[in-house]
């Protein structure tokens, strides 16, 4: 190994491509340890050296192997990044040049090339984009203008061209930090949303001229990753929103789809624009339907998750974060428009049965945004119960009684927004009861233990699985606050259905957890102690273990 260092270390001499490609070899190949941490040494000194950057375009086109190019391509990168402003100015625009020209040449071979060296091209786009950090757009005013001209000459070439814009994007406003500085970061900003006109015209000439799938989903990605900053006008005002709700029913590009409607769902705009984003809600409403029936049954999406393609769960998956995304930022303009009531119902219900899916990261995903939205029901409920007491002709004299699971009618009868609200979402906070009733989490578990004579308590912790039963255990004390009855009545059913021949150990569980979770949270008189003795019944009439004479599983 020490001859192939020297002759590969030697730069006074040509490049021997043939002997770089046995060391990758050896390498990635099977040898022995020994052989294959010498090729390592030999490969880092080479990729270290200062000229070894003025080798790759020999590399590159001499390289018969993927390894072999791509130790080339980083060591093009690790110059850009680390040493580019010290090179020269021609060798600056050399390096420019020669990369640029080497994606348009991979990018306009046959598509079946093409595609068998993505990870290639990936790796020389992501160069691109270090250089256009660098560069752009002091010193590389015409990039984006040429990029656009040339995407329309080869819908290969336009299909790299949204992988390099969607780069782009991700690599100023997702990655800058540590890497650029503030006055750049900001520069590159600027300059992106001055061209976006330019990024949006070529985005919606694909979409309305070319028929190709994978271009198609290429330049449905791109716009996802700048939908998140782009000025308004280009989403309401132009045609981007009808493109993509055409899109979103067509299996190919559902998921795409959906991820950029859930961008622009869950952006802030001023008041001017809540009618838009009603209408785009109402939109979006009637395409699903095409997809998923309305109202549909709780296990209808669960099976079908469970049953379903990885495109399939991904699309549940896609749809639970459009929902949770544009309801926490919207939902109130739509509880204020009576037309938008069904809508906003659908939209909720459905939302519903995917936090049923088994999937944690879904079930995590609707339980955040479940927990937002009933404590906002519950508060607004309560300023409106509390203002009726107050401002009712015994509240000065009377004894000022407050309580949480009382129905609260408003002042002289008239309902205020907290019982509307109540009111409007009766059926979702219904169902939402039994949701956390049926898939509460596991609380802490706590051991009893005997260590030398000495009575010990052990915990057991699970962190996801507390925090996940801590949101659920808040969610339903305030579900319950606001109506008992509902909350007693649905345990109460569950425990006879229990004891009526359907019984299993998971549904007692978290029966067991979800009454748990709420004792103490309620008035004496709110929380009968029947309900408790019936789980203890229950439990003990199933033959679970005892100790002494308590119920180990009822104990809580």
Same mark, same amino acid.
């Given at each position: ?107 306009? !071979?046959?598509?079946?090339? @093409?595609? *068998? ?10 160069? &691109? /984009? $270090?250089? =256009? ?87 449905? !990605?791109?716009?996802?990753? @700048?939908? *998140? ?10 045609? &981007? /929103? $009808?493109? =993509? ?312």
């Amino acid at each position: 190994m020490a001859d192939v260092a020297s002759a590969l270390l030697d730069f006074s001499q040509p490049m021997n491509v043939e002997l770089l490609e046995t060391t990758v070899a050896v390498f990635y190949g099977p040898g022995t340890p020994e052989q294959r941490g010498a090729a390592e040494k030999v490969l880092k000194a080479f990729q270290e050296h200062p000229e070894a950057w003025t080798r790759v375009d020999v590399i590159l086109e001499k390289a018969k192997t993927q390894q072999t190019k791509y130790i080339a391509l980083q060591i093009l990168e690790s110059v850009i990044k680390f040493r580019w402003a010290a090179l020269p100015a021609e060798q600056r625009e050399g390096i420019k040049t020669y990369v640029s020209n080497l994606i348009i040449k991979y990018s306009t !071979t046959s598509e079946q090339d @093409y595609r *068998s060296q993505m990870t290639f091209m990936n790796k020389l786009n992501l160069i &691109l /984009v $270090q250089i =256009l950090k660098q560069d752009w757009p002091a010193k590389w005013p015409n990039f984006i203008t040429d990029l656009v001209t040339a995407s329309k000459t080869n819908e290969t070439l336009c299909e790299n061209s949204m992988l390099i814009l969607k780069l782009l994007s991700e690599e100023v406003f997702d990655f800058s930090r540590g890497e650029l500085t503030q006055a750049k970061t900001r520069e590159l900003k600027q300059t992106l949303n001055t061209e976006f006109r330019s990024i949006h015209e070529l985005c919606m000439f694909v979409l309305g001229n070319t028929r190709k799938t994978e271009l198609i989903k290429a330049t449905l !990605t791109a716009l996802a990753a @700048y939908l *998140s900053w782009i000025p308004p006008g280009y989403i309401f005002e132009g045609q &981007l /929103v $009808q493109a =993509l709700l055409a899109m979103f029913p067509q299996a190919p590009f559902r998921n795409v789809a959906l991820q950029c409607l859930t961008e622009i769902g869950q952006l802030q705009m001023p008041a001017e624009f809540d009618s838009h984003f009603a209408s785009f809600y109402r939109a979006f409403t009637t395409q699903l339907v095409q997809i998923l029936p309305p109202n549909p049954n709780v296990l209808f999406i669960q099976q079908a998750y469970e049953t379903g393609t990885d495109e399939q769960q991904v699309f549940v998956q896609n749809l639970g974060m459009f929902y949770t995304g544009f309801f926490k930022h919207h939902i109130q303009y739509l509880e204020t428009q009576p037309a938008e009531h069904e809508a906003l119902l659908l939209g909720l219900n459905n939302l519903v049965a995917i936090s049923y899916v088994s999937d944690r990261e879904v079930l995590k995903t609707c339980l955040d945004y479940w927990n937002v939205f009933v404590a906002d029901v519950y508060t607004t409920h309560c300023q409106t119960t509390l203002g009726a007491v107050i401002g009712s002709p015994g509240a000065a004299g009377g004894d000022g009684g407050f309580s949480f699971g009382s129905p609260g009618a408003a002042a002289n009868g008239v309902a205020g927004p907290g019982m509307a609200r109540k009111l409007l979402y009766i059926d979702i906070l219904k169902r939402l009861r039994a949701l956390m009733i049926n898939r509460m989490a596991k609380p802490e578990e706590v051991i009893i233990v005997e260590d030398e004579g000495q009575i010990i308590r052990e915990t057991m912790k699970d962190t996801d699985q507390l925090m996940q039963y801590r949101t659920m255990r808040e969610t339903l004390i305030y579900l319950s606050h606001l109506d008992y009855e509902d909350t007693e009545n649905q345990m109460l059913d569950k425990l006879r259905s229990q004891m009526g021949g359907t019984w299993s150990w998971q549904a007692l569980n978290t029966l067991c957890w979800a009454i748990g979770s709420i004792s103490g949270s309620m008035n004496v008189s709110e929380a009968p102690l029947s309900l408790q003795l019936h789980m203890a019944a229950c439990a003990c009439c199933k033959g679970c273990v005892r100790i002494d004479t308590t119920c180990a599983r009822c104990w809580w």
